[in-house]
């Protein structure tokens, strides 16, 4: 069966490109993000830049449990917010492109599998799969929010 499998990819296509509750989605918000934008940094927090980063990495762990990597937890808490020359403009389109495709690749294994994943244990963690996935989501989320509050108070201040 695979019918809680298929409502969070349902959750993960809202959160990406459809309607969401909580506002833009990850598409169109990301779209509103100019390049000088995304590269900084108020109050010494995080750039949007680093927050992309650091979700994509998160993504790369759930991906790499849902199909088997030789990366361990080391090497994703090692990328957790990476230190990011801020001068490499190249950055950001790579990292919203690599969003892009782990946002493909989670739904591509996700349809490969069935709910009965859902109760197993995920590997290096003592929870069950069902809570990587939903949380990988309200990660997204979270972050997502983050981005949003960013961007709008870059466009108040005039940095953007």
Sequence with gaps: ????????????KETWEGDPWFGRN???LLGEVSEQAAFEKIS?????????????????FVISHL???EKSLAHFEHNDWQNLDHTNKSLWPEGRKRLQQTQDELIRLLQQKDDSILAQNVSERTYPYRKLLTGIIQHDIYHLGQIAFLT?????????
């Design 67 to 69: 199909a088997p990597s």
């Design 152 to 160: 709008k108070a870059l466009k108040a201040s005039g940095t953007e």
């Design 1 to 12: 069966m695979k019918q809680e499998i298929n409502l969070l990819i349902e959750q993960l």
């Design 44 to 60: 010494g927090q995080h750039s949007i830049l680093e927050l992309v980063w650091h979700m994509c990495n998160w993504r790369e």
């Design 26 to 28: 990850a598409s169109v």
